[in-house]
């Protein structure tokens, strides 16, 4: 029975919640957002190939930095359309408003000081409030629509920074056209498109709103999540990584280090500036969220060995493979390790292994019982991968003296195949059709068992699963 310190893992919401006031919020924030998105960008679409390549160039970025989000929740990745409503909201909504509400406080901000002060300093005092407030806002709105999903820091991370990552793709696109505009009758709209995209995404794209609201949507979710602390330091810790966000975005925004980008003549600056000036304003915020990411990490592990605590089959997960489970570099080394042992085939069937293990943890937390049909056949489904690897548990680290050597081991004969000879499977499931047939008297060793299930290696290393009860022992 799983004690209710443990997240229900297994158990994953839909941002489609009918029932929940917040889903009708949203619903209708994207409605006003995606009408006035749908306008921006016909008007953008005016200049064709400039507003075509922007598209291709920011998602060209923005798809494999989406997979590196949502591959870093290691144990229990969020469900996809969760992570759509995210991007949809950064993307749809927060643009959307965040162009108006920029531009009424700047306003504002001219009248009350100076328009020189407002055009320097404007974008770093007013942008970093309204922007990050509207991200935060979609963070809140998700974790009112299925709070089940916010089991911790690293959930609100995963869903701030896929918020972030959809501002940004869209705010890119606009400043890309917005440069080919600023050359009154180009004919390429080409070069002043990559030559943006050379410095918002290649020398910058480490430190803009994927880790502003990967910082605030981290501060938001140990605020909720962490009941076990007292309010005051959930309090204190939100603030923090709330404060963090937006400073990060308002040293990003302001003049401060411009000297960096200072040339003689009046020549742009080069890559290799753009590149030192966004390391001198963003990696310090960077090294931040790089190291709440790793303890929220931990945390997720624990939960995971909460999950797997009690398993009676000890084959299930080994304690040297939830430690090499508990950062993507390691599971990377383990399946490197396994390659050097066994050759690619290995290493696959170690990165097989490993998502089998996560899947069980899954199950396992919404299971009621440790007789759980469900897990019954994950346990299998690992004793099986088990059996092809041939020598038991995966290589934990890239360190480790004692690698198995994959396929090595010397056939020893156990049995015999009964009178009329046995039918073969490929996988211990008894719904899947047979794929061969052995003869009566062959000689085989049993090599791993899954219940009444037996795999069985001949002389020739042919391997296969059948009826083990039908064995005859020799």
Partial sequence: MMTPSVPRWGRQASAVQPRQPAFWLFCGLLAVGGLLFVDEQSVMAGLATAWLLSWALVLAYAVPVALVIYRLDLFEREPKLMLAAAVVWGGVIATSLATYANEAWLSVMAKLT??????????????????ETLKLMGVV??????????????DGFVYGAMVGLGFAVVEDVSYF??????????VD???????TFLIRIVA????????????????FAYLATQRAASMSRRVAAAGLCIAAGVSAHA????????????????????????????????LPFLILLGVLVTLASRNEERNFRAIVAGEPDPMVVTESEIRSLGSLWSRWSARAAAGRAGGRGAARLVGRLQGAQIEYAMIRSAADHLHDQALEAQRVKIRS????????PMPPRTDTPDLPHFGSRVWTPTHHIPEGGIAVWNAPEASRQPVARISEGVAVGVVARAGAWAQVRDAEGRMGWVDGRLLVGR
């Fill in 114 to 131: 100076s328009p020189d002060f407002a055009a320097q300093w404007g974008a770093a005092i007013v942008g970093p409030g309204v922007e």
């Fill in 189 to 195: 709209q080409s070069g002043p498109v990559l030559g």
């Fill in 177 to 186: 056209i917005n440069a080919v505009a600023a050359v009154p009758g180009a």
């Fill in 141 to 154: 709105t998700l974790f009112l629509i299925a709070s089940s999903e916010f089991d911790g820091a690293l």
């Fill in 204 to 219: 910058g794209g480490l430190y803009g709103h994927v880790l502003f609201a990967g910082l605030t949507g981290m501060g």
């Fill in 251 to 282: 040293v990003w925004n302001s003049p401060w280090m411009d000297s960096v980008l200072w040339t003689s003549g009046g020549a742009s600056p080069s890559i290799d500036q753009w590149i030192e000036y966004g390391a001198l304003k963003g």
């Fill in 385 to 392: 991968i088990r059996a092809q690897l041939g020598s038991g």
